[in-house]
């Protein structure tokens, strides 16, 4: 299994940053994702809720159906998901079901974050899947363009 080794979580990061940008450009909450396999972008996604009108379309989501239509297998093995906020329950499981060995998050979400904060789906152990997870890589950035976000719609 080869992964991103950690030296380059702020880079892919930082992709995932301006995945974020490009959902606050249409009006969605500025969260972003990125699937990384073999020093390669083969999944990126940000959300798009507002957009589709699909409660779904989240960025984590949307980031996996993309890697694995790269992959041709919805097993996204060899790969890391690089997300600007705590992914949710729903995303933590779709990262579960994913099978992704690694997760990278930005943020944390206090009011909904299932890997770790109110949640831990990701290290349930009752799931035949936990993936490692890295938590607060870019914490700041990742955590001030939301709060920027959420003051300018106040």
Do not use: Q, W
């Given at each position: 299994?080869?992964l991103v080794t950690q030296g380059d979580d702020e880079r892919w990061m930082r992709e995932a940053l301006e995945e974020a940008r490009a959902a606050?450009?249409?009006?969605?909450?500025?969260?972003?994702?990125?699937?990384?396999?073999?020093?390669?972008?083969?999944?990126?996604?940000?959300?798009?809720?507002?957009?589709?009108?699909?409660?779904?379309?989240?960025?984590?989501?949307?980031?996996?159906?993309?890697?694995?239509a790269a992959l041709g297998s919805w097993r996204v093995l060899d790969s890391t998901l690089y997300v600007t906020l705590e992914p949710c329950a729903?995303?933590?499981?779709?990262?579960?079901?994913?099978?992704?060995?690694?997760?990278?998050?930005?943020?944390?979400?206090?009011?909904?974050?299932?890997?770790?904060?109110?949640?831990?789906?990701?290290?349930?152990?009752?799931?035949?899947?936990?993936?490692?997870?890295?938590?607060?890589?870019?914490?700041?950035?990742?955590?001030?363009?939301?709060?920027?976000?959420?003051?300018?719609?106040?």
């Open positions: 299994m080869e606050e450009a249409h009006g969605d909450v500025p969260i972003g994702a990125v699937v990384v396999h073999r020093d390669h972008v083969i999944g990126r996604g940000h959300n798009e809720r507002e957009e589709r009108s699909d409660p779904t379309a989240h960025a984590e989501v949307t980031a996996l159906r993309a890697a694995a729903m995303c933590a499981g779709a990262i579960v079901l994913s099978r992704i060995p690694r997760v990278v998050y930005g943020a944390p979400d206090p009011k909904a974050g299932a890997a770790g904060s109110v949640l831990d789906v990701l290290a349930d152990t009752r799931l035949n899947h936990r993936p490692i997870v890295d938590a607060g890589v870019l914490a700041d950035e990742c955590g001030a363009i939301l709060r920027e976000f959420f003051t300018a719609r106040r």
